[in-house]
Nanobody, 121 residues
Framework: QVQLVESGGGWVQAGGSLRLSCAAS????????MGWFRQAPGKEREFVAR????????YYADSVKGRFTISKDNAKNTVYLQMNSLKPEDTAVYYC??????????????WGQGTQVTVSS
């Protein structure tokens, strides 16, 4: 099993930046990709970004393109989400998730506990 721990959330004013980290542990050898999701109060969970461990192919939601950057450190089993030009609508609990090798596309198998990001105007 894979354990995921997010960190780096907090409060920031609009236009500011935050960097989230997600440290993976356990049977990480079976992980194929990592994704970032977010969920605001009263809203459904939303895909933000993903990255493959091998190759580093990335995908972003339209709402964050040009502002957020997902990256990884394979040696540390850690993924990051650099968030720039933050907007109040970015306020949410951010989760990282693991997609295991062999899992269908869009299926994530393990989830972190989440970290709160609050953007004030």
């Amino acid at each position: 099993q894979v354990q995921l721990v997010e960190s780096g959330g907090g409060w920031v004013q609009a236009g500011g930046s935050l960097r989230l980290s997600c440290a993976a542990s356990g049977r990480t050898f079976s992980s194929a990709a990592m994704g970032w999701f977010r969920q605001a109060p009263g809203k459904e969970r939303e895909f933000v970004a993903r990255i493959n461990w091998i190759g580093g192919i990335t995908y972003y939601a339209d709402s964050v393109k040009g502002r957020f950057t997902i990256s990884k450190d394979n040696a540390k089993n850690t993924v990051y989400l650099q968030m720039n030009s933050l907007k109040p609508e970015d306020t949410a609990v951010y989760y990282c998730a693991d997609r295991e090798r062999g899992s269908p596309a869009a299926k994530y198998d393990y989830w972190g506990q989440g970290t709160q990001v609050t953007v004030s105007s």
